[in-house]
Structures are given as structure tokens and as C-alpha cells.
């Protein structure tokens, strides 16, 4: 989240120093170099945002495809595990049966945990196809 924010910041700070190139300059060339320089330093901020968090979903998917291959049975499955002895929690704590409180924490950890095994479930699934393609040879066009 605090990612975000600091991306909605950089933009709204370009987005003023756009509005104020037009009160600061006034030949029209100037102002379309500022603009395009502006820009393109919102262009390069992007994208250098978006190859950290590709960097960061690559370190992330290696992390999961090494637990996956382990050789102890609890390093391949301690993820499931944990999550459903979450899910389990949460439904005794609506049918009455427990007597802790299930926390915004408790509640917010279940949802990470059940959305990272469905995208890395999802990833290992499409993996192969996606490495196939890539690695795929095209035939010239004649």
C-alpha cells in the first residue's frame, strides 16, 4: 500500500509541475520541452517501478517453486497447512464452537495466504506454457 501511495504522490507532483509549466513559460517550445521532459520522467519513474515489482513476483515465485521442491514434507506443505488451520479457525469461530476472538490480523493473514497459494498454484500451472512460448522458435515470413 505504501507503494502506491508513493506512486500517486510522484504522479500528483509531476501532474503540478505540468500545470505550472504553462504559467512559468511562456514561449510554446519551451513549454512542449518541459512537458516531454516531464513526462518522461514520469514514463522512467514507471517503468522502474514496474521492473522492482517484477523483480520482487520473480523472487517471490522462486521462493514457492523451491519449497515445492523440497525434499522434507513439511517444507513443501507448511503454506496449506497454515491456511487451513486458519480457515478451520475461522469456522469454528462461526459456529460457536471457539472461545478466542478470530482478529482483523487473523482475518487479513487467511486472505494473503489463500490469494498467494492461488496465484503461485496459478503460476506453476502456467509456467511451462508461458516458457514453451517464449522459447518457441518463429518461421521466417516469406
Keep these: 500500500m505504501s507503494k502506491l501511495l508513493n506512486i500517486t504522490a510522484v504522479g500528483e507532483i509531476l501532474d503540478r509541475m505540468l500545470g505550472k509549466v504553462d504559467q512559468l513559460v511562456t514561449s510554446d517550445e519551451e513549454r512542449l520541452t518541459l512537458r516531454n521532459e516531464i513526462e518522461r520522467v514520469r514514463i ?10 517484477m523483480e520482487v513476483m520473480r523472487k517471490r515465485t522462486e521462493l514457492i517453486a523451491a519449497e515445492a521442491k523440497g525434499e522434507s ?3 513443501r506443505n507448511w503454506r496449506p497447512v497454515t491456511a487451513l488451520t486458519f480457515l478451520v479457525l475461522i469456522v469454528l ?3 460457536g464452537a471457539l472461545s478466542i476472538a478470530i482478529t482483523d490480523q487473523m ?3 487467511l ?3 489463500i490469494g498467494g497459494y492461488v496465484v503461485s498454484r496459478g503460476i506453476e500451472k502456467a509456467a511451462p506454457a ?3 512460448a517464449a522459447t ?3 518461421p521466417p515470413n516469406t
Design 111 to 113: 486472505q494473503i495466504m
Design 44 to 53: 522512467d519513474f514507471a517503468k522502474q517501478i514496474l521492473d522492482a515489482e
Design 136 to 138: 518457441r522458435s518463429t
Design 130 to 132: 508461458i516458457a514453451e
Design 107 to 109: 482475518w487479513d493473514l
Design 73 to 75: 514434507w513439511i517444507q
Design 93 to 95: 469461530h462461526h459456529l
